[in-house]
């Protein structure tokens, strides 16, 4: 299967091809550049694994938690594309494909993390399971100055490495990698509808009263 993955979302982002077994990545910048290198980087990875866009049986893309700026841009983006060029297009959450990327290094259990911004990080913990990574409850937001004190087992992904504390787990692949080889591994039923994930409400909606 051959897999289209776009990480706008992480602070480390990049678009990965999975294509006949083999991965072909480019970093993207991890500031607001990243919105106008990202269909240059798609058209480079598909040029150096010599297949087509329409080539793709899937395209994936990281929905959120994370930026923003580039959930939206990484969903409008994959969405277009799909929508183009009849591709279907599977959402899946940033904090999902960080726990993939622990795969193959650490134990089955997995807590995941970001930066939420405002003292928090937002959390969420998963079971590796063969096909793919299994949430065990929600993501929650927890405060920066408390989450080294969670009692939780096994190993902690973090975008960035050893975020609020924690150890970072060496080696591991990208956010983007490790989503389009789950994606390829166990793909999961796409609707017409793509939905993002966000950790809290944007300040503007916070100012409105959004719930």
């Known amino acids: 299967m051959n897999v289209l993955a776009l990480d706008t979302a992480t602070p480390s982002p990049s678009v990965c ?62 969405w277009g594309l799909g929508r183009a060029l009849g591709i279907p297009v599977e959402a899946v959450s940033t904090l999902e494909a960080l726990a993939e990327s622990a795969r193959g290094r650490a134990d089955s259990r997995v807590v995941a993390a970001l930066d939420a911004g405002r003292g928090d990080l937002v959390c969420e913990t998963f079971v590796l399971d063969p096909g793919r990574a299994r949430s065990l409850g929600p993501p929650r937001l927890v405060r920066r100055s408390e989450a080294a004190d969670l009692p939780e087992d096994g190993a902690v992904t973090t975008v960035p490495d050893g975020l609020a504390g924690w150890p970072a787990t060496p080696g591991g692949e990208s956010a983007a990698a490790a989503l389009a080889r789950a994606v390829a591994r166990a793909p999961r039923p796409v609707g017409s509808v793509l939905t993002a994930i966000y950790s809290r409400p944007s300040a503007a909606e916070e100012k409105r009263g959004a719930p």
């Open 17 to 78: 091809l999975l294509a006949r077994g083999d991965l072909f990545e480019e970093g993207l910048s991890s500031d607001r550049r990243a919105s106008e290198e990202l269909l240059p980087a798609v058209r480079r990875v598909l040029g150096a694994a010599g297949v087509r866009l329409e080539d793709c049986d899937r395209i994936a893309v990281c929905a959120g938690p994370g930026s923003f700026t580039g959930v939206r841009v990484g969903m409008a983006t994959a």
